[in-house]
């Protein structure tokens, strides 16, 4: 723990509750109440020293005090005695560090939100314990303090609220409440500020005041900001407040405010600025309003100019790191970078997967002769090459992608293409793997695009370089193309984005969506005079079923994803891309079972 700071949820002492003098019961009841009044609990360790760092403890050294001093039964009296209503699970333990030495440990778990606010006797400075007044401590950073009087007549009275008795009278009435404040300080009420929002706010005030959740006070008027509407408050029992959020035609929403903070940071690369603008606001609920408390960890998103989209945080609902990840819509929106790295030679077929990456921040990237010399070697064993070696082999020949040389797209700083080539003994290239990859220009722009794909030059050269009878089908196969996509999908992603990036499935803020493009054609070149074959040529369509669009040449689809996916998340968006390509070229009865 040495290093550590004192948080909300951790309090440490160097010395320990002097409970034969009046002040040390005081303090040991308030510091375990104001634990039980936060959401989590939170740990008192007795046996450390602390140094301020930046205005924060930090704890500098193990400092064990005397056993004698320790009586583990009288701290449990005291606590079981002093703090109202009876806390549960409330451990009391030493740790022996030897010489008659150690640590005093007090864990307070989370108590039920029903049995909260816990309460003490007010300090009386005495022996005497107060029987006529208390106080209610409250955790806030790495301090404890005490409610303030207004702010207990607002629990008291939501609790009256709660019992059944008048419950809309107090709602409405705590809707006004406001904190007091300096003069020169204009004070605010629930839903005021942007017109038309008034009405709407109260009553999703007052909603959650009757289902136990209290927002505070507001501190700000209703603004516009993003997709809609928002207001703050504060409350004592929560470090960051909340935020009451509404789009049009939707229900509010209550976002508590280190949530609300972390939508604002993931979209802070947003080039114009505007995070909630880019991300959009959490999506509400058509029948209540929604609650985003501060143990959510995955966020529906909706009302963004980037579409529809989640923010998640590690699975324990602990970790602090945010991250936000578009929702993995297909579409046929064509980028610019589409027709980039078009062969010498139109091939017969050509299948790649482009990968736009669009960080907020690309400054620290950079194409290494460190970086080559340490990746190059890997290209053998990437998807890519695995998927190309295989697809020989189906086929009965053994021509592994194993060599990789400089390819013919240029080698620079910014920009990268490596390929693995199958040459027959006159010059004709037969098959064909190649990356290639794109790095923006200094200070313009910010997406890295990265391309994997597989020619085939000539399907006659590939039958007679594997063996194969001149008569055989070699088309590609539907499973042939699906399995491109998915191992061409890693491999633009994951695998050469770390040309340039250490660890590019390392979570960065994005300035725009990231998103796969996939496609499959005989006619990359339009400037070529001579028609192009049909697709179908090269690629066996029949489980399409009927229908597509007459000679097609290609089939495109683009959808947003995000580097680091998991092999099944990827095959299952792999195959639900490859089913909405189908269905948007005319071959409607495509289902995912079809292949």
Request: charge should be negative; charged fraction near 20%; include cysteine.
């Amino acid at each position: 723990m040495l290093g550590e700071r004192e948080t909300v949820w951790l309090d440490v002492k160097g010395g320990v509750y002097r409970l034969d003098q009046p002040a040390g019961p005081e303090e040991l009841a308030k510091d375990v109440a104001a634990f039980a009044n936060t959401p989590d609990g939170g740990l008192l360790v007795v046996g450390f020293s602390t140094k301020k760092e930046h205005g924060e403890e930090i704890l500098s050294a193990l400092n064990p005090v005397p056993r004698t001093l320790v009586d583990l039964d009288k701290h449990r009296q005291i606590i079981a005695t002093r703090v109202i209503p009876a806390l549960r699970n409330v451990s009391v333990d030493w740790i022996d560090l030897g010489n008659e030495s150690g640590m005093l440990i007090i864990e307070i778990p989370a108590q039920p939100r029903s049995s909260q606010l816990f309460a003490v006797p007010a300090p009386t400075g005495t022996t005497e314990v107060s029987k006529t007044a208390v106080g209610i401590p409250v955790r806030r950073g790495d301090g404890t303090t005490w409610l303030r009087p207004h702010e207990i007549q607002h629990f008291i009275g939501l609790g009256w609220a709660n019992s059944g008795d008048g419950i809309d009278k107090l709602a409405a009435a705590l809707a006004t409440v406001r904190t007091p404040q300096p003069i020169d300080k204009p004070g605010h009420t629930v839903g005021g500020g942007e017109p038309g929002w008034g009405g709407v706010f109260q009553q999703a005030f007052n909603d959650l005041a009757g289902q136990g959740l209290w927002l505070g006070i507001p501190v700000t008027d209703v603004y516009r900001v993003g997709p809609g509407v928002s207001q703050h408050f504060e409350t004592p029992t929560e470090l960051f407040g909340w935020a009451l959020c509404a789009q049009a035609s939707q229900r509010p929403v209550a976002v508590a405010g280190e949530i609300w903070q972390a939508l604002r940071d993931e979209g802070s690369g947003s080039p114009d600025g505007d995070a909630l603008g880019a991300l959009g606001f959490p999506t509400g609920d058509p029948t209540s309003t929604r609650v985003v408390d501060r143990h959510t960890t995955t966020v529906p998103l909706s009302g963004g100019r980037w579409g529809r989209g989640r923010l998640h945080r590690d699975a324990d609902g602990q970790g602090q790191s945010w991250w936000w990840e578009p929702e993995p819509t297909p579409h046929t929106t064509m980028s610019a970078p589409t027709r980039s790295w078009s062969p010498l030679r139109r091939p017969q077929l050509q299948a790649r997967v482009l990968s736009t990456l669009s960080w907020g921040d690309t400054s620290d990237l950079r194409i290494t002769p460190d970086r080559i010399d340490s990746i190059v070697p890997e290209l053998p064993v990437s998807p890519l090459a695995g998927f190309t070696t295989s697809l020989s082999r189906r086929r009965g020949g053994d021509l592994p992608a194993a060599v990789w040389n400089p390819g013919p797209n240029a080698n620079a700083s910014d920009r990268l293409s490596y390929s693995s080539q199958i040459i027959t003994p006159d010059g004709e290239c037969v098959l064909a793997a190649e990356v290639m990859m794109s790095l923006p220009p200094a200070g313009i722009g910010s997406a890295v695009v990265t391309c994997a794909e597989v020619r085939i030059g000539d399907f006659g050269a590939w039958a007679r370089a594997i063996g194969a009878d001149p008569t055989a089908d070699l088309r590609w196969s539907v499973k042939d193309l699906f399995e491109f996509f998915v191992a061409a999908w890693e491999t633009a992603t994951d695998f050469v984005p770390r040309f340039a990036v250490e660890c590019p499935t390392k979570r960065r803020r994005w300035s725009a969506v990231p998103h796969v493009e996939l496609c499959i054609g005989t006619n990359y070149r339009h400037s070529e005079p001579e028609s192009p074959p049909p697709l179908n040529d090269v690629l066996d369509m029949t489980p399409f079923g009927p229908g597509g669009y007459h000679n097609q040449t290609e089939l495109f689809v683009s959808l947003p994803s995000v580097p680091g996916l998991d092999a099944d998340t990827r095959r299952g968006r792999a195959r639900s891309a490859l089913v909405d390509m189908a269905h948007r070229y005319g071959f409607i009865q495509v289902r995912e079972s079809s292949f």
